[in-house]
């Protein structure tokens, strides 16, 4: 009989899967990491792999989102992870950046790429790009990467110029996207921090000569892997969760479920009070284990401060168990797709925090109706300073009282 979980106990479900909560389920086991890669680095990899994808496209909030499911590691154990060549920085799906763990972006690709490479030629005609610049922009990208080199987004453009390409500057994020997107190249090794570039992004390789082992998963194998991954990940769900968060159709998405099923990778569940298909989720076994056991995050107090664009909520299409809609304007301000850092409290979104990029201060402010415990943040505040080793830096209150 399916377990009938009430919103409290998706939650608590939900947030050890996220590796946020105090009984988090277990991590999958990971290629045994290189000899000369160092615990702290081997332990981003791990969480990399087990959350399957966390959003990328903030490459300062990626690390973090790492390093708040991995206590004791730092930003630096993220960067060796990628220059151990563990974890890569591509679009696996939705056409949304992503850090995922080398071996597996090849797969995803593979079995996500049909919808989101469709609309790839409506996009150029309206950027006024040739099927001619293409061809030969991925021609001499490929060149230039060859025999181990790396580059980063302006040396690539210039490798387009000395080519003789007549490109513009808004083709430069589709063409990248496109060598990616493909599988072609992914984005790996991170340089030193040297003058301006305090915090480099990671630089765009080989993906042929960056990944020696990649995963090789089709068809029905990929599905299975695929629905189990992301559940494993993310704690009860439903399918609607799924759909969203891999865009895929929805028979593939209903037949990937249910091979997982069959294999006892995930099982069925039923949201409390929600009959009928609607009310249908599905959980990996192990997090159901302690649903009712513990409280539902990691610290003793129950305050975390969670990266812009964490998977806590995006990782869903409905994220009611951990965030009120109606705050969504304070989340993402002026509806732009930029969903800011959050102050979550017992695992519910209940502000957002900011760092002033000149004073270094953070300021955190609640939702209207919430109040923000500062004693309480300081430690969290603390842990997240130390993790890319910088001063612990001020607090300060947000649009009420904190």
Known sequence: MAAVLSAEEVLRVRMRALRLGAASSAT??????PADVAAGAASASAVVSHMFGLQGQDWRSSKWAVGVRAPGIAAADVVAAMNAGMIVRSWPMRGTVHL???????????????RVLAGAPKR??????????????????????????SLDRTEIAQVWTDAGIDWKPNWRYHLIWWLCQNGLTTFGPVPAASGAKSDPEPRLVL???????????????????????????????????LASWAQLPAAAVSRALELAAEAGLVVAATRAGIPGAAGAL???????????????????SGWQLLPAFDEHLLGYSDRSPQFAAEHLEHLVPGKNG????????????????????????????????????????????????AFYGEPEPELAAGASEV
């Open 124 to 149: 150029r005609a309206f950027l006024g790009m040739s099927d001619a610049v293409l061809e030969r922009a991925t021609e001499v990208s490929l060149a230039a990467l060859a025999g181990g080199n």
């Open 100 to 114: 995922v763990a080398a071996e597996d972006i090849g797969w995803m690709q593979q079995l996500t790429n049909a």
């Open 338 to 385: 930029v969903f800011l850092a959050t102050v979550v409290h017992d695992g519910r979104t209940v502000g957002t925090w900011r760092r002033d990029p000149k004073s270094r201060a953070v300021t955190a402010s609640p939702f209207p109706g919430e109040r923000l415990d500062a004693a309480a943040l300081a430690p969290e505040l603390r842990r997240w300073a």
């Open 207 to 241: 993906a042929s000569e960056w990944i020696p082992s990649p995963r090789d998963l089709t068809g029905d194998e990929a599905l299975c892997e695929f629905a189990a991954r992301y559940v494993r990940g993310r704690g009860a769900v439903s399918r609607k969760d």
């Open 28 to 33: 999958p086991a990971v290629p045994s990491p």
């Open 282 to 300: 599905w959980a990996d076994p192990a997090a159901l284990d302690t649903t009712d056991h513990g409280p539902a995050t990691e610290t003793s």
